[in-house]
């Protein structure tokens, strides 16, 4: 079947998959023209970004820069057809096309308009990405200043789904992590070694360093400041959702190996002014009771909880290292202040956890070390996408394919005030 170029915009997917054959692509005629029915006016419209991006995802770079420069050619040699159908070039010397019509413009411009690439990683680290820089809209087209590691850039607002539900389901899975966390609290009270036969274990910290009797309510005061800082990013961040999403996910996953941990292994009580003695509750209700005392209080010495043996590994630093990760992942790199300050809070809270004798050094090591790591992968997959082309990473991290499904690569930091009132904040922040 020959191809007509002077009639690009009538081909049918049959003529597409034979142009497809005669420029060298014929390993991609099942992708583009079976799988995803590609005509004519699809293909005028195709653009790099979409062959790289999902659901096309080519990833042999040479294959990509050769038909990306086969589709820049046939745009190029098509441009009256390009109007017919809405679409026009960037500008004479451009590569690229133009969305007129719906007012996106995209090109590949080399520029003002051209594919930047940046590094982005999780907690204010970069990974490698490709964004795409624009530099007009059309008319109807909201626009966003995205904060990325201190750059700005313009972005397409209302790109990420919020996914309401999915957030709340990640909220009801914390709150059963957390309730079964405090269940599982209350048994390993009851199995506490004895202080007599069992003497707290050397420890080259806590033998150096004097116990500080009000170190332990420092501890958890940094972690309320940082608390507090989050809520307050939470507030004016666009994707609030997601990142809800996102904390209670990767908190509910580490408290729930924390179950594990100090249930299987019970070491003895770190500091001789601990009080605590093995526990026996005379039935299981009373043990229900018990950890929603403990639930309720969310395992706070300031709302009066007081728990023995759930030592492997520190809750309170984790809480406390993952908060810092959140504030400093959220916030543009630029923030210098807000970041020294959560970095601040995070290590004078891990200080003041080993200084009160509460923990051993190896529990706070453990908690931080797993918090960061695992905060680190999670990001690492979401702002890849790597896990779509990988089977394992579906069976072995199905909760984060279902949650992340739908999150096209790192999430901007994008900020806006909630509320019509008052007028200044909305014409401060957005």
Not at 140 to 152: D, E, K, M, Q
Not at 197 to 224: H, K, Q
Not at 228 to 245: A, G, P, T, V
Not at 294 to 299: L, N, P, V
Request: hydrophobic residues 45%; proline residues 4%; positive net charge.
């Amino acid at each position: 079947m020959a191809t007509s170029q002077d009639s690009v915009s009538a081909w049918s997917c049959q003529q597409v998959a034979h142009w497809l054959q005669e420029e060298g692509f014929g390993d991609y005629v099942e992708l583009l023209c079976t799988q995803h029915r590609l005509d004519g006016p699809s293909l005028l419209a195709l653009t790099e970004a979409d062959l790289r991006g999902p659901p096309l995802g080519l990833t042999v770079l040479g294959d990509i820069k050769r038909l990306t420069l086969a589709l820049q050619r046939l745009q190029k040699q098509n441009q009256a057809q390009l109007e017919d159908l809405g679409l026009r070039p960037a500008d004479s010397s451009a590569a690229g096309l133009s969305l007129g019509a719906v007012g996106v413009e995209w090109s590949f411009d080399r520029a003002d308009r051209r594919f930047n690439s940046i590094d982005h990683l999780g907690n204010g680290t970069e990974l490698r990405l490709r964004n795409c820089d624009r530099s007009g809209y059309g008319s109807g087209v909201a626009l966003c200043h995205i904060h990325s590691n201190g750059r700005c850039r313009q972005h397409l607002s209302g790109r990420l789904d919020p996914e309401f539900w999915k957030t709340i389901i990640s909220v009801i899975y914390v709150f059963l992590v957390f309730g079964f966390t405090s269940f599982v609290m209350v048994i390993v009270h009851e199995r506490v070694p004895d202080m007599r036969t069992y003497p707290p274990l050397p420890d080259i910290f806590l033998d150096s360093v004097p116990r500080i009797p009000w170190a332990f309510a420092m501890a958890e005061a940094c972690g309320l400041i940082l608390c507090y800082m989050f809520l307050l990013i939470l507030l004016l961040h666009k994707h609030r959702s997601i990142l809800f999403r996102r904390l209670c996910s990767l908190m509910g996953t580490v408290f729930l190996l924390r179950c594990c941990t100090m249930f299987v292994t019970s070491l003895s009580v770190p500091g001789q002014h601990l009080k605590c003695a093995s526990k026996t509750y005379g039935d299981t209700w009373e043990k229900i009771q018990r950890a929603l005392a403990i639930w309720s209080g969310f395992g706070m010495t300031l709302t009066g909880v007081q728990t023995c043996g759930d030592y492997m590994f520190s809750g309170h630093t984790v809480v406390i290292t993952l908060l810092n990760f959140f504030v400093t992942e959220y916030t543009p790199r630029t923030w210098n202040m807000i970041h020294t300050i959560s970095w601040v809070l995070n290590l004078f809270g891990i200080f003041f956890i080993l200084a009160a004798h509460e923990h051993y050094s190896i529990d706070v090591f453990i908690a931080f070390y797993i918090t960061t790591r695992l905060f680190l992968y999670y990001h690492t997959l979401a702002n890849t996408r790597a896990y779509q082309h990988s089977r394992r990473a579906r069976i072995w991290f199905p909760m984060f394919s279902f949650f992340e499904c739908n999150v096209n690569g790192p999430v901007p930091n994008q900020y806006h005030w909630p509320f019509s009132k008052p007028a200044f904040m909305k014409a401060l922040i957005g």
